[in-house]
């Protein structure tokens, strides 16, 4: 019988020293044994590094970027030096159910060589709370317009790869500081479809205060990086040219560019009177009221209208 095929798990790590084990050791638990864990160091200021070079099972490789260079950079390194057939990412304060290895390679082996990638349930926790998710995408003629029009994971949902993708299609793009998982979504499902287990097998603590994800003025800083270069498929799609164009717009007053702010207000469609409302909503607030009011007003009024 054939040795089932190598997984690399990669974790990035920066100024984790206190909770780093939940997850290296929801790896080492796993019922599939045939993975290799990858920790890479991103410059942390703690004793992260100290922590991780304490692990002595032979299955765990660390490395340590000269400079602190965000999750981008460390992820690259990381899927760069591994070996394995597939490479799954974990953040480093999530951690793994025992049998996401398992899960994940009976179900990523026994797909067609269009699959590229897959993902699980997630499990959020945040103090006593746990909520459960899973994202069954609305599937459109292609992987690339499903994914432009619904995209709800991210790197932290359970994600795993088949190793060709990224010789395919490249890396993570490093001069993002935001969103660069949702750019590389985008760009690789161009190439490769995808496919999923309904299973919640992976766990995303939640402590309540703003992550990178929250850092709008970063995703906007991305947003307008990356999306130019979908606008060709966008501007065939009223839409698409509705969740872009509005999304650019408070983006991009969350970001203090007002003139592209207004740009992107005068492009989003009209023709629907709730889109209608909702963007004269968030328009009024970000161009009348300081930043930090319209921002509270516009996540409680305005996502009514979604």
Request: hydrophobic fraction near 35%.
């Amino acid at each position: 019988m054939l040795k089932p095929s190598l997984i690399s798990v990669v974790i990035p790590v920066f100024n984790r020293a206190s909770s780093i084990e939940l997850a290296v050791k929801s790896v080492i638990s796993q019922t599939y044994t045939n993975f290799e864990l990858i920790l890479v160091d991103d410059c942390s200021t703690d004793n992260s590094w100290e922590v991780l070079q304490g692990y002595s099972d032979p299955r765990i490789k660390c490395l340590k970027l000269s400079q602190n260079s965000g999750p981008a950079t460390a992820r690259n390194n990381g899927i760069k030096h591994a070996k394995g057939e597939y490479i799954s990412l974990l953040d480093s304060d999530d951690f793994y159910e025992a049998e996401f290895l398992e899960n994940t390679y009976n179900t990523l082996s026994k797909s067609s060589k269009e699959v590229g990638f897959m993902w699980t349930g997630v499990r959020y926790i945040q103090d006593e709370i746990r909520k459960e998710f899973f994202w069954v995408p609305k599937r459109l003629e292609t992987p690339y317009l499903t994914f432009l029009n619904s995209l709800h994971i991210g790197t932290n949902s359970g994600i795993t790869f088949k190793k060709k993708v990224f010789d395919t299609c490249g890396f993570f793009n490093e001069e993002l500081s935001a969103a660069e998982d949702t750019e590389f979504f985008l760009r690789i499902t161009q190439e490769y479809d995808y496919t999923y287990s309904k299973k919640v097998l992976i766990n995303i603590e939640k402590d309540g205060n703003d992550r990178l994800s929250k850092n709008y003025k970063k995703i906007a800083e991305a947003y307008n990086k990356f999306v130019p270069k979908h606008l060709n498929v966008i501007n065939k799609s009223e839409t698409l040219k509705k969740k872009f164009y509005y999304k650019l717009m408070w983006l991009n007053y969350q970001a203090g560019h007002k003139d592209l702010a207004r740009k992107y207000f005068r492009k989003t469609p009209k023709n629907e009177f709730i889109i209608l409302i909702k963007l004269y909503l968030t328009y009024s607030f970000y161009e009348f009221l300081p930043l930090p009011l319209a921002t509270k007003l516009h996540l409680r009024f305005a996502s009514k209208f979604l």
